[in-house]
């Protein structure tokens, strides 16, 4: 396999307009703990005017190397061998003020979060106008006007204000637009794109993604696009290149290897993400394709066909009865201005939302970030007091109840959070996280009870009775949200809130997780209200999605109708910006 | 069975973590970081070889002898007497080692005092907020607002000389940095998630901020504890200088109070003898907050 | 809302915390110390002698009426006279501000640019050797005493070697110069381990954040990142931490005053202790605690300057 791509890699060469050529590079990083590869023996070509399309998940190496390519690793990063071939120099021997020379100016590079990634007490002019007359040698006054024009290049609204305005008066998707604007300024011969559009909305992501294109097209320059998400990666990529745990693993045509796909974890990373098209049984997962070590798995026939959930799952709602009645509910925090911070305004987080959610269903709550999903997940746990409005659960009002009055329905609604790193407390061992519950909830619980509860609980999650003497530092974000699933599981919940619980996961990570959450409603038959930004995720999982913007739902339909048939603008809107990849593979079996 | 959690990829900054044993907490593992690290050992085995000298000084087993004249006045050191005699023909040594004992005390009841409050003060200030926090806070400023050395010096004033004027007057000006820095980090685990799941979960406030918020904000205070001590050590000298230290035993501040006379006849002991005494602790204990701190903190870091 | 609505608002806070500072003066002055009649006027004094002296002194004033009176003095600075010298307060501190700021001002200043400059340098050098000797040098200079640094000093330079007069001071040029030498040495020595550790640590926190990389990405050199990005960030929580300094320096050469024979505040605080000299204590104490209240303001306006994402409500 190895030596398929090394051919290939010459065959590209001998036919000339290639940028650059990495031969064998390797990356490590002196850790406590020893030397770890980061990338192993990477060879690959960037041909010019195209987009080089590298995706991976995290580990996989991808962003470190792309910052060997700009050679801007951290103290105790190494490049230990290979060579980066650039107009008949070799970047990894060049000295540093050579390669400084080329930084911003003959290859650029923007990066994931352009929360952080400008200087906070700079104007963002100023910060453009450094990059121009560092590399470009012009006066203050050429200078400003070149940085107005690029302003005015990447589609910035208002140039001429915002060009005096500080980051953080700044939208994202406005702040990553300066981020292209400083990396294109010089005319760059390679933009460096590291997960550029990770952070940002998904109607932001699209704009940015054909900004980027557009000015590939008109500077002529190469891009190396890094990201985990296939989608995105299927609609700007000519060049695909897949990492998986500092190896290159697939190497082609774009459209090729998607049609195509050769090395088992390609196939699985194609699979397992949900489609907005279809409704599988369950997700595929890279760990059916490959096992630990990257040999090939045979995948049973069965499971590649997808069997349609939306019909049977029509007609448990119907007959199930309604679990949770939310009537004009509202969630306002007050807004204090003024000499006196007085109270003069309210943000309208939640904005008098009714539905009703049937037992036994999943009901999706899907829009962009601010637009209150979250507000309203923890409203209708009463985690945050509603301001107005009713949550009837199974028959009862707890809207006005007092928070001894809500003990007993704690236990039969519960949440799962999105970020695995920060939901479980890092000093308290597995053990203790999941026997805690029951500790508050049934103190006179004995040892012995508690401890059969977890131990099921645990494998039932997929972990193993010896991980509950680990602590939450030791494990992956995956396996943390499988703790957490399993916390929630505890007190023997009916209603469970997923809020982002998948997000901040890779995107196998993701596919297992998700299969398991199904797993669980059917053994435990669980109701959810899952709540993402993913339109393709809440597809997969819920039965009636809502859409919310601005605290308001404003499509309220059974999920298949709403994705084969949006209503609202807000809904199209939505789905179209979503990536898709066009022409699904067909896997020839192994 | 190795496990690892890779966060290379989006900053930089962050490394590798492969932990190889199972089940070690983070004060397990950030106390088996520092074992390992030479100087760490050393500046551990420095601080018990002192609370050992001051035990055995409490328990008069050893420097009882202190007051006693054993030879000449300001006799040089020799090889019976280390650090040679003081004006009174008293063996500085001895001397200096009870001046050990007087300074560890000193040290330690001055965080005993100082920590709890701190603690106390700025958990509930951070946790409940409100006009709790707007109480304590004003509390806070008015305390710091006033010079710490005015507040020695009126303090001790009022309460007469000794060394409980000392231990009360230190004690209760402290407490206010680390008042702060709780009510900090309090205010910042409260709204963490995990917190929060308690919320979902039934519980009560008690467990929110002792079983989970306190023990993750304890770190801080270790490392407050080793800054409080020192600088008690260090007042210490500064109010035996001005006459309001401790009175009846021999302190380093003493020593070195005596030895500005004792300069410009040339007998440079005393000064010596406290100096190196009081330099050893003070920079193991730096060193052991400084290295206490990182070994924690890049754990720590990945919380956030 | 603007600049001076935003001070004003922060002014406000400042009452409460005034009042409070009065409050505990008020309390350990007025209230706890007791009875100073019998210390002033002697073993000997007859109970009408104390009566008199406390009428004198309007110490049997109702409570209400002292408080008061301390939180005037807050406002006009009349703190009335000294009881061993009889002078007046303010005169006195005016007197002896001068000696003080000849020594603290220029002590300050040199000690905090070496410290921001050894800062950088370090910064620069992280991890390595120099880095390595700057941080365990400034640990070893906060372990020693003050107490021991003037007395080594003032022996070694001024005594042993005479390169400095051992003490006095004169408070006109060029004498001025030839008598504040030592003592601003040894302040700056005093002063730079703990600045230099705390600056490093401020820069080095800047230097790991994300808009660093992007700098450097830009193809700017290392020195100038360090200068043009990470300083500028520093410099608002190191400006914070200078600022609140200045309202101690005056107090902060207590120690120096005494050896160096300086007629400063220092040594009239010193000299009030000795002789139980209540107003003099009390006007240092509220002196001090305005400054600092006054500073802390000051800090927060200049932080709503200089850092653009401070808003103003």
Redesign the interface.
């Known amino acids: 396999m190895m030596n398929d791509i090394i051919d290939r890699t010459n065959a590209k060469m001998n036919k000339g307009e290639t940028v650059f050529e990495i031969k064998n590079l390797t990356v490590e990083f002196n850790t406590s703990d020893g030397m770890f590869k980061a990338v192993d023996n990477l060879s690959f070509v960037i041909p010019r005017g195209k987009t080089v399309g590298l995706v991976g998940e995290s580990g996989s190496g991808k962003s470190v190397t792309s910052l060997a390519l700009m050679r801007l690793l951290t103290r105790n990063g190494h490049i230990t061998s290979g060579e980066i071939h650039y107009q008949g120099k070799d970047l990894v021997k060049i000295s540093e003020e050579e390669m400084r020379s080329l930084r911003g100016s003959k290859i650029s590079m923007i990066f994931q979060e352009p929360m952080t990634s400008l200087n906070p007490v700079l104007t963002v002019g100023d910060q453009l106008i450094e990059s121009i007359q560092l590399h470009l040698k012009l006066n203050k006054k050429d200078a400003f006007e070149k940085a107005l024009a690029l302003f005015k290049q990447v589609k910035i609204p208002q140039p001429e204000v915002k060009i005096h305005s500080f980051p953080h008066e700044l939208s994202g998707g406005q702040k990553q637009r300066v981020m292209i604007a400083m990396a294109i300024a010089c005319d760059p011969e390679l933009l460096i794109c590291d997960e550029p559009t990770t952070a940002l909305d998904v109607t932001i992501q699209q704009e940015i993604l054909d900004l980027i294109k557009s000015l590939q097209v008109s500077l002529g320059m190469s891009v190396l696009f890094i990201t985990h998400d296939l989608g995105v990666i299927s609609n700007v990529a000519d060049h695909l290149l897949v990492m998986y745990r500092s190896k290159l693993v697939e190497e082609g045509n774009a459209q090729e290897v998607f049609k195509n796909p050769k090395h088992p974890y390609t196939r699985g990373l194609l699979s397992c993400r949900p489609k907005l098209d279809a409704n599988p049984n369950r997700l595929l997962t890279v760990s059916d394709y490959m096992s630990e070590d990257g040999t090939a798995l045979k995948v049973d026939p069965a499971r590649l066909v997808e069997v349609d959930r939306q019909g049977s799952r029509v007609e448990k709602i119907k007959e199930s009865e309604d679990i949770l009645v939310i009537r004009n509910l509202k969630t306002y925090f007050p807004i204090r201005t003024g000499f006196f911070k007085t109270v003069r305004n309210h943000f309208k987080a939640v904005d008098d939302v009714s539905f009703t959610i049937k037992k036994g269903t999943s009901f999706g709550l899907v829009g962009e970030s601010g637009c209150g999903k979250t507000t309203l997940g923890r409203t209708i746990l009463k985690l945050v007091e509603p301001s107005g409005g009713d949550i009837i659960f199974k028959g009862q009002h707890i809207t006005g109840l007092t928070k001894a009055e809500m003990r007993p329905f704690r236990k039969k609604m519960q949440i799962i959070f999105q970020d695995p790193y920060s939901s479980l407390d890092p000093r308290m061992s597995v053990e203790k996280i999941l026997s805690e519950p029951l500790e508050i909830n049934s103190p006179e619980m004995s040892r012995s009870e508690k401890n059969h509860i977890i131990s099921t609980l645990i494998e039932k999650v997929g972990l193993r009775k010896n991980h509950l003497k680990r602590y939450p530092h030791e494990f992956s974000g995956g396996q943390r949200q499988r703790i957490c699933i399993a916390r929630a599981l505890t007190l023997n919940p009916e209603l469970l809130i997923c809020d982002e619980s998948v997000s901040a996961l890779d995107v196998s990570v993701q596919a297992q997780v998700l299969n398991l959450l199904l797993d669980l409603q059917e053994e435990f038959k669980l109701t959810y209200v899952f709540i993402s930004h993913d339109l393709s995720v809440v597809n997969f999982m819920a039965d009636t999605v809502a859409v919310m913007n601005e605290g308001k739902i404003v499509e309220l339909e059974s999920a298949k109708n709403i994705y084969q048939n949006p209503k609202h603008h807000y809904t199209q809107k939505l789905i179209n910006a979503v990536p898709k990849i066009t022409n699904y593979p067909v896997f020839a079996l192994n | 069975m190795a496990v690892i959690s890779a966060e290379t990829e989006n900053s930089s900054s962050k490394k590798v973590q492969i932990t190889k044993e199972i089940g070690r907490s983070l004060w397990q593992d950030a106390w088996h970081r520092l074992a390992k690290n030479k100087l760490a050992l050393a500046c551990m085995i420095v601080f018990s070889f002192y609370i050992v000298v001051s035990l055995l000084v409490a328990f008069g087993i050893l420097g009882a002898t202190w007051s006693t004249t054993v030879g000449e006045s300001y006799a040089a050191p020799d090889w019976n007497h280390w650090f040679g005699l003081d004006i009174f023909g008293r063996d500085v040594l001895m001397k200096a080692l009870v001046g050990t004992q007087v300074a560890m005390s000193v040290g330690l009841v001055t965080v005993m005092i100082s920590v709890p409050i701190g603690l106390l003060l700025g958990g509930i200030s951070g946790y409940f907020g409100g006009v709790v926090d707007e109480i304590i806070v004003w509390f806070c400023s008015i305390i710091s607002s006033i010079p710490s050395i005015m507040l020695l010096i009126t303090v001790t004033f009022i309460l007469g000389r000794g060394i409980f004027a000392i231990y009360l007057a230190l004690g209760l000006t402290s407490w206010v940095g680390l008042c702060r820095m709780i009510r900090g980090e309090v205010l910042k685990h409260k709204n963490r998630d995990y917190v929060l799941a308690i919320d979902a979960l039934g519980g009560s406030h008690r467990r929110k901020l002792f079983t989970h918020i306190l023990p993750n904000v304890f770190h801080i205070v270790i490392i407050d504890a080793s800054l409080t001590f020192q600088m008690a050590i260090k007042s210490e000298v500064i109010l035996s200088y001005l006459g309001l230290g401790v009175q009846d035993l021999p302190s380093w501040g003493k020593m070195i109070d005596d030895s500005k006379l004792e300069l410009a006849r040339g007998v440079w002991w005393q000064l010596g003898a406290a100096t190196l005494f009081m330099f050893l602790i003070l920079l193991s204990l730096n060193f052991l907050g400084d290295l206490l701190r990182d070994a924690l903190d890049p754990k720590l870091r990945g919380q956030e | ?1 603007n600049l001076v ?1 935003y001070t ?2 922060r002014s406000l806070y400042i009452i ?2 005034l009042l ?2 009065c ?3 008020f309390l ?2 007025n209230v ?2 007791g009875d100073p009649t019998p210390m002033l006027l002697g073993k000997n004094a007859t109970v009408s002698q104390m009566a008199e002296l406390r009428h004198q002194l309007g110490l049997d004033r109702a409570w209400y009426y002292q408080y008061f009176d301390i939180v005037k003095s807050a406002f006009t600075f009349d703190f009335g006279r000294s009881w061993q010298s009889k002078q007046q307060i303010v005169e006195i501190i005016k007197q002896g501000a001068f000696p003080s700021l000849c020594i603290a001002l220029p002590g300050f200043m040199i000690s905090t640019i070496m410290s921001i400059l050894i800062a950088l340098v370090v910064a620069f050098y992280r ?1 390595k050797g120099i880095d390595v000797f700057v941080r365990f040098l400034c ?2 200079l ?7 640094y003037i ?2 000093f003032q ?1 070694v330079l001024a ?1 042993k070697f005479s390169l400095f007069p051992i003490a006095g001071f004169e408070p006109t040029l060029p004498d001025l110069l030839y008598y504040i030498p030592l003592p601003i040495i040894i302040w700056v020595i005093l002063s730079l381990g703990p600045d230099v550790r705390f600056f490093r640590t401020i820069i080095l926190d800047e230097i ?4 660093v ?9 290392e020195i100038d990142v360090l200068i ?2 990470v300083l ?2 520093a410099l ?1 929580p190191i400006l914070t931490y200078v600022v609140i300094q200045i ?2 320096l005056v ?1 902060g050469t ?2 120096l005053e005494t ?1 160096f024979a300086i007629p400063g505040l220092g040594n009239t ?2 000299n009030a ?2 002789n139980s000299d209540f107003p003099v ?1 009390k006007a ?2 509220v002196l ?2 305005v400054a ?2 006054g500073f ?1 303001l000051l800090t927060d306006v200049l932080y709503a300057l ?4 401070v808003k103003f ?1």
């Not at chain 3, 990389?213 to 700017?220: D, E, S």
Request: glycine share 4%; aromatic share 14%; net charge positive.
């Open positions: 809302m609505l004003l608002r409460p915390v409070g500072v409050l505990i003066i350990l002055f706890v110390a991890g640990i070893a906060v372990s020693i005493s003050s107490l021991v007395l080594f022996y005594y790991y954040q994300d808009y990389r992007t700098a450097k990405a830009k193809g700017l050199k043009k990005h500028r960030n608002i309202p101690f107090l207590v120690l050896f605080v010193l202790v000795n204590l240092f104490t001090s605690s600092y209240i802390n200089v850092d653009p994402r409500d």
